[in-house]
């Protein structure tokens, strides 16, 4: 059974501040990592993928991923009242849908 | 990313009866899914829809319950029939463009069944 583990939350950041949000997944075939950002009452947004060990940025959002931990992070700087959210990891391998964590709730303190 | 669209985005429904969903891509997909949220929940699969084929379900989840068509690359339809109170839920629809294997999502149907 492939599964995803994430700390459901929530996780309150003041603004400003550096939001680390964490995913361990137990498939070690797992080739493809995402991101995924859910506001209440929307359909779940791609933020960031990531398929190679190390770090991977894009604006104030950086993606880390360690295979042989089999652990993903997400690291979100300059926090924003406007990133509360619930936060999806999720991954695949090959052609295989999406296996999602539970989700991470990131609650940004103004 | 593909611009997708479901059809209808809520419905509240009475037991017993049968909804049909409809999702509809802007291009050509290589795979598109059916995903249920329930309250406060996380993602989960229903079903693969497969092009001119039988949808590849997940465990707990049968096509007497949710038929699933794929006539073409750019449309599906998931039917929840014969509902119940706990089939009330959000209903996604997810498609994968074939450039990576990125996965998008439609805004989603929300089903309330009384």
Do not use: H
Not at chain 1, 16 to 21: D, E, K
Not at chain 1, 75 to 100: M, W
Not at chain 2, 78 to 89: A, C, F, G, H, I
């Amino acid at each position: 059974q492939k599964e995803v583990e994430q700390n459901s939350g929530p996780l309150s950041v003041p603004e400003g501040a550096i939001a680390s949000l964490n995913c361990t997944y137990s498939d070690r075939g797992s080739q493809s990592f995402f991101w995924y950002r859910q506001y209440s009452g929307k359909s779940p947004e791609l933020i960031m993928f990531i398929y190679s060990n190390g770090d991977k940025e894009d604006g104030r959002f950086t993606a880390q991923l360690n295979k042989a931990s089999q652990y993903v992070s997400l690291l979100i700087r300059d926090s924003q009242p406007s990133d509360s959210a619930t936060y999806l990891c999720a991954f695949n391998s090959g052609n295989t849908p999406l296996v999602f964590g539970k989700g991470t709730r990131l609650s940004v303190i103004a | 990313s593909a611009v997708i669209s479901q059809k209808p985005s809520r419905d509240i429904c009475q037991r017993g009866t049968s909804l049909t969903i409809q999702c509809q891509v802007d291009s050509q997909v290589t795979m598109m899914f059916w995903y249920r949220q329930q309250p406060g929940q996380s993602l989960t699969l229903i079903a693969t829809a497969n092009q001119g084929s039988e949808a590849t379900y997940e465990s707990g989840f049968v096509i007497d319950k949710f038929p699933i068509s794929r006539p073409n690359l750019t449309f599906s339809t998931l039917t929840v029939s014969n509902m119940s109170p706990e089939d009330s839920s959000i209903y996604l629809c997810s498609v994968r463009t074939g450039v990576t294997d990125t996965q998008y999502f439609g805004p989603g149907t929300r089903l309330t069944v009384l």
